[in-house]
């Protein structure tokens, strides 16, 4: 599954990201994806919750369905 995710600002951080594509629904929901070590950004697992993630990048999500998070920047 693929998400787009346009953003206002220079960057968000990933915690943020994952709560906003709906991947997690509470904070602590991303620290344990984050933890369990289930993100990848530019295909290298990421273990910082705070990782700040700019436009142009993408996440992939490692649960039961794949989810790719695309972000951009908002015109």
């Known amino acids: 599954m693929n998400k787009d995710i346009f953003i206002n600002t220079q960057y968000i951080k990933l915690d943020s990201l994952l709560k906003l594509a709906?991947?997690?629904s509470t904070g602590g929901q991303a620290k344990l994806l984050v933890s369990?070590?289930?993100v990848f950004?530019?295909?290298e697992v990421c273990t910082?919750?705070?990782k700040k993630i700019?436009?142009?990048q993408c996440i992939i999500v490692k649960t039961h369905d794949d989810i790719q998070v695309c972000v951009h920047k908002k015109n």
């Open 22 to 24: 709906d991947c997690a």
């Open 36 to 38: 369990n070590e289930l």
């Open 41 to 43: 950004i530019e295909g």
């Open 48 to 50: 910082q919750r705070g």
């Open 54 to 56: 700019f436009p142009g």
